[in-house]
Every structure is written in C-alpha cells, then in structure tokens.
C-alpha cells in the first residue's frame, strides 16, 4: 500500500484482470449487434414500412442531433426569456464518454463537483452546493428531507437525452433548494406520434485502466393513441486510477431500470414510468487515511413512480395538469475510523470505530398546475409533499494494542440507535406567475408562498426542546427583455431560500467517531437575493448562439457547524446560522459554426466573499476557460468526426492547506465514426495524463483513460408486436 491510500500499478492487477473479461463482454456484444443483417431486421417490418416513421439513422447522431422532442411540462420553464438558462443535448452530453451523469455537465459555465469518490459527487452551482442546488429528473424533486443533497449519479449516463440548468435563485418556481439554481436530467421522449413505429437501442462502453464498462438497451415503441418503453443497464468502475496509481476504496457497481407508458386519452394525455435506480460497493476514497480509517456506501437507490395527467383548454378553459409521485430513497453508510488510543498522554495503541447507517426516506408529491396561454401567459399552481425519513444506526468501538492485539476498555461498547429520531417534513405551496409581452418587451414575474411543518417522534436521542418546527416563506421573481433583431438583452432578479432539513434540526450522535453534533431546532430558512444581466444573441454570421452575462447572489444565515466545547475529551458541535455571503461573477458561452466546423467557447470568473468580515472563500470555484472543437474527417474515417476540448482552471488560493489548489489544464480528444449501421466512439480523456483534483473536490482526478463505446439503434416497424396468421 502507497502513500495517500495509493496502490501501486502491480498491486492492482487482480483488480485489472476481473475487469477485463467484463469489457471483452460488452465489446463482443456491440459486435454482435453491428453484424445484425440490417436486411433481416427490415425484413420483420416491410409490411409497415409505409406507414413507420423513419429511423434516426446513426448517421445522424453522428453529426448534429436534433432537439429531444419534451413536452412542455418537462422543461424547467418553456420560453423563458429574462433568466439564463443553459440545454444540452445528447450530443454534447456524450461527447468524451463521460462517467457520471454530473461529469457530463462539468463543461457549463458555473457548473462545479464536490466529489467523494469517483460516483459520489454533488453538483455546486455558481457557488452553492448540496441542498442548496435543487436537482430534478424529468421535473421531479430528488433532493431529499433528511440532508447532504442529490447524488446526480444515479441518473444513468446512457439514459440521459438532455440536461437544463438554470442558474440563480429560483425559489418563486421550485421552492425550497433552489437557491443556487436548478438542475433537471430529462430521460423522457414522446411515446406518442401521427404514425406507429418501433426501435430497439444497444449500446456498450468500456475504459482502461479504470475498469470501467457498462451496457444499455432502450425498447421503444410509439403509437397514435398508445406508447411504451422499456429500458435498463448495468455498469460500473473498478477502480480510480490516478497519475499517482490505483485509488483503493473507489469502485462501484451500478443497474437501473425503467418502465413506460404513454396514452392518449380524448383530449387526455396519461404519462406512468416506474423507474428504479441503485448503486452498491460505493467507495469513498476522500475518507481514507494512512491509518486504516475508510468510508463507503453499500447501497445508494431510488425507486420512483410517476403519474402525470395533462389536458389543453380552449377559450376561458386553462391547459390543465396533475403530477404525483411516490418516491423512496435508501441509504447505506458504513465508516470505519482508526485512531491513537493514549494511556497518561502515550499512545498505547489504537481504537477502531465502525459506524454503519441505514437510512429510508419515503416521498409523496402532489401537483397541480393551471395555464392560460394567452397574452399575459398566465400559470398558477400548488403543491403538497410529504417525506419521512428513519433508520438505524450500530457502532462498535475496539481497541487494540501496539501488536494488534484487543485489549480491554470500558469505552469500547456495540450500540444500536439512530443518530435522529423518526421525523418527517410536510409541505404546501402554492404560486402565481405571469409573462407578458408590452411593446416588444417581455416582462417576467412570479409569487410563491411555501410553509414547510418539520415534525420529529419523541425518542431517547431526542434533545430538542421542541419536536415540531414551522418554517413560512414567501418568494418573488421579476425579469424584463427585448430583442433588438439576433441581439437580446435581458435583465432579472429573483430571491431563493432553503429550509433546515431534518438532520441540521434533529440530529444527536457522533460524526468521524470523534466529534459530537447536535441539531438544532431554532434555525431558520437560508436566504438568498440574486440578480443578473446579460445579453444573448442568436444565427449572427458564423455566431450560431451566444451568452454574455454577469450575476451577483447575496446569502444570509447559511447554515454550518459551530464548535460548542469540550467534554470528556470529545468536542461537540451544533448546526447554526452564522454564515453571510456575497456571490459574483461573470460568464460567457459561445458556440460558432465555421462551415462544418464547430467551435464552443466558454469561461466563467467568480468570486465569493464573506460579507462579515470581507474574507476571500473558496466556495465559489476559480476562474474557468473551456474550448471545445469539432471538426470532420470523412475523407479519412467514415462519417468521422473528431473533437477536442482543452480546460483550464484557476488555482485556489487558500491559507487552509486542505482547500488550496494548484492550477491545472487538461485535454480530452475523441474520434466518432459510423460503420455497418453502428455508432463507435473512441476518446482519450485527461490525454497529457496531468494530476490535478477539481476546485471544490476531495480526491484525484483520473490520470489518462481510454474508452471506448459502440451503439446501434434498429428500426423494428411494428410487425414483430402483431401475431402473423398461420400460413396454409
């Protein structure tokens, strides 16, 4: 074992060599699937041949992918035209074969991770991170009650067919969480269409020498009044690996799978999925020391049903839509500490904790939501959510001496509980808002009104004086813009705000097996005011569309952990509001088209201060320059496209030797091809193998990869449903 909770490179090739049959395994089914006769899969569907609507050719993914056809409802907010918000397609979501969902969006403007471990990662937007950014899929709230954030990497990679964000606080739409802004990973298409028509999607991926791979297949079959789909995949890493080599600690293995259906209804359209999400083995090399002390998550999963009904008015009668969902969450924790243990001030020798959580949080929401399109734009809407979350938690406390051997102590006990009691968080909300269009200008605005009742039992690790907390906010937004032909300037602002979640409010037990935290009930809701201006223009010659903007956030009463004293030799500590802040910045996105060569510019510039004492913070990231090219190569590749993209980041500069960074570029290249009717990309990320760890992360970034991925899209018809006669 290495420094640093390195392993050497032949420390690690058991661990190679178990991934390697893996990613053979999903190279051979990419074949099989690209040597599929196209002749006998149209074969099955020649009788519908008229009447199918035609196939996305690979052909096409491979240049420019068209706009995911979402409904309305899906969206953050359709049309919005005085706030930023950023779309990125498949496409850009794929290129350089990211790992994670939330490494996919790295390349965004204001867009920063707060990583663990190579899966674990939370996503920090424009200087706020955790449950201060409100992350959506397919317009559905998975940020949780008890605390810590959304874990973006549950979403599958392969499932994703676009990403919106919208940056700033908007707490006037969403509510709670969304002070930093609002993250929604789309994974819905329309099922339903004018004509019927079937396709099946397999793709496969692999990397080394991180062991990474993963297969997908997508069944999709769409129809005038009924659709389904089915979909699901597995993968997983086997390990980080470093410039430095192996990480230990930092594999996982991940599955998800999901079911669909979409009718049609009269003038009734009916949307149910039934998705489940899970990773196990999750390693978190950020809690591993050179002493043995080491922290991983089990399991990590979310299974979700989604019921939404829409139907479109006419006249005085509003479009008019319901979304429920029940959701649950759980989640597995297990640390284990190594620390000296000292007899009169001498190590003697050490004591080791494991501490194992299993927690379960269970989710109701109920939405309904009214809209006049006419020329004020008008939307109304309410909402209830109700979640619960419980669980217990075991410690086991051994000592041992300087030869390993156990020895007695009165504090080493095995104790069952629950590092908070049973609680549960409900709800209610209801908004209002408008946008209409005076003159050319376009005018913007929301009211939102949320009370939030926190609610835990009486139990003996209560120790609150109070069990049940009412928090009552009332949010506002206002934006105004006017094109001037390609050019638009806009102008908004909007305040956002974030409720202590259960764990800040009850939690009582101990953290890192040293520390003891208590909650605290008297807190009250962060707060934030952003504000925006900028200017976006669009088809300006070679310019295909463009962002310029700068943004300011103040946020008060954030909430941290403040050192109370000392007792028995344990320092204990409580949640409290004593944090105010001053977000700033700038940011830019440019995407150019020269002929058939793309060019995307982006940078960003912030800064975050603390307004009480004007103190620089590291919260908000560095400075950030990305340049994205794309270029075709035809004549040498068929169908060929090769891309480079090449980041540079800042260094932070911090007296906190744990938080300071080096500056740090990196380059990533991939090539995409189409050959027998199958898509293959090969791309090289961090190509110059540079070590370097992202601004607000706590681990190593990989050293060079290599990976690999195949797909191949079948158009079916729908012959292979019917049942064929008999023949005589």
Do not use: C
């Not at 240049?63 to 049309?79: F, K, W």
Request: aromatic content about 6%; charged content about 25%.
């Amino acid at each position: 074992m290495g420094p640093n909770g390195y392993e050497g490179f032949a420390d690690g090739r058991r661990s190679g060599a178990s991934a390697r049959p893996r990613f053979v395994w999903v190279l051979l089914l990419a074949a099989a699937a690209a040597l599929i006769s196209p002749a006998a899969v149209r074969a099955g569907s020649a009788a519908d041949s008229a009447a199918a609507p035609k196939a996305r050719g690979v052909a096409d993914t491979v240049t420019v992918l068209p706009e995911v056809r979402i409904d309305a409802q899906r969206t953050l907010d359709a049309g919005r035209a005085t706030t930023t918000t950023v779309r990125l397609d498949r496409a850009r979501l794929a290129r350089f074969l990211p790992g994670t969902a939330s490494d996919a969006i790295l390349s965004v403007p204001g867009v920063d991770l707060v990583k663990t471990g190579p899966w674990a990662s939370r996503i920090s937007v424009r200087g706020l991170a955790g449950d201060r950014v409100l992350v959506l899929v397919d317009g559905v709230r998975v940020n949780g009650v008890r605390g810590h954030g959304a874990q973006s990497s549950l979403v599958a990679v392969d499932r994703l067919d676009a990403v919106e964000l919208q940056p700033g606080a908007s707490s006037a739409q969403f509510g709670s969480d969304a002070m930093g802004g609002v993250v929604n990973f789309v994974t819905h298409r329309s099922l339903l269409d004018t004509r019927d028509g079937a396709t099946l999607t397999l793709q496969g991926r692999g990397s080394s020498p991180d062991g990474a791979w993963g297969q997908s297949a997508r069944l999709r079959v769409i129809g005038q009044r009924f659709g389904w789909e089915l979909a699901g995949g597995t993968g997983g890493l086997e390990a980080l690996v470093t410039p430095q080599g192996r990480v230990r600690n930092s594999g996982n293995r991940e599955e998800n799978f999901a079911a669909r259906l979409n009718a049609r209804l009269g003038g009734t359209l009916l949307d149910y999925e039934h998705a489940r999400n899970a990773a196990t083995d999750i390693g978190l090399p950020a809690f591993s020391d050179d002493n043995g002390s080491t922290g991983r998550y089990p399991l990590q999963s979310r299974v979700a049903d989604r019921f939404e009904l829409n139907r479109a008015g006419h006249g005085l009668v509003p479009d008019a839509r319901l979304l429920a969902v029940y959701q649950t969450t759980r989640t597995e924790f297990e640390e284990t500490t190594v620390a000296p243990y000292r007899v009169r001030g001498r190590v003697v020798g050490t004591v080791t904790t494991e501490a194992e959580d299993r927690v379960r949080t269970h989710g109701f929401e109920l939405q309904p939501t009214l809209r006049w399109p006419g020329a004020a734009n008008l939307r109304v809407s309410g909402g209830y959510r109700r979640e619960s979350s419980r669980g217990p938690r075991t410690t086991d406390a051994t000592t041992r001496n300087t030869l390993g051997q156990i020895i007695p102590n009165p504090a080493d006990t095995v104790q069952l509980g629950e590092s908070m009691p049973p609680a549960w968080r409900e709800s209610w909300s209801a908004a209002a808002f408008a946008a209409p269009v005076v003159r050319g200008f376009r005018f913007e605005s929301g009211v939102r009104y949320d009370r939030l009742t926190s609610h835990a039992d009486s139990t003996p690790v209560s120790h609150t004086r109070r069990l049940d907390v009412t928090d009552e906010r009332i949010s506002v937004e206002g934006g105004i813009a006017r094109p001037l032909g390609r050019v638009e300037p806009y102008l908004h602002a909007a305040s956002g705000f974030r409720a202590p979640n259960l764990e800040e409010r009850y939690y009582h037990d101990e953290i890192h097996a040293g520390m003891t935290v208590f909650g605290n009930e008297d807190l009250v809701a962060e707060r934030s005011v952003s504000a925006e201006i900028g200017v976006r223009a669009s088809q300006l010659g070679p310019l295909h569309n463009g962002r310029l903007s700068v943004y300011r956030s103040n946020v008060e009463d954030m909430i941290t952990i403040q050192y109370l004293d000392m007792l028995y030799g344990r320092p204990r500590f409580q949640y409290r509001n004593v944090k105010e802040a001053r977000i700033e910045g700038l940011e830019a996105a440019v995407q150019m088209r020269l002929g058939a060569v793309q060019l995307g510019l982006n940078a960003t510039a912030p800064r975050a201060v603390d307004r009480s004492t004007g103190k620089r913070l590291t919260d908000a990231g560095t400075a950030r320059a990305t340049v994205d090219l794309t270029v075709p190569v035809s004549r040498v590749v068929p169908n060929g496209l090769l891309s480079f993209r090449v980041r540079w980041n800042d260094a932070v500069v911090s007296d906190d030797t744990t938080l300071a960074r080096p500056a740090f570029s990196t380059t990533a290249v991939e090539l995409t091809t189409m050959f027998s009717g199958m898509r293959a990309t090969f791309a090289v990320r961090n190509l110059f193998n540079h070590a370097y760890r992202e601004p607000l992360s706590f681990i190593d970034e990989a050293g060079r990869v290599y990976a690999l991925s195949v797909r191949r899209d079948f158009n079916l018809g729908t012959s292979f449903l019917k049942r064929r006669a008999p023949q005589p």
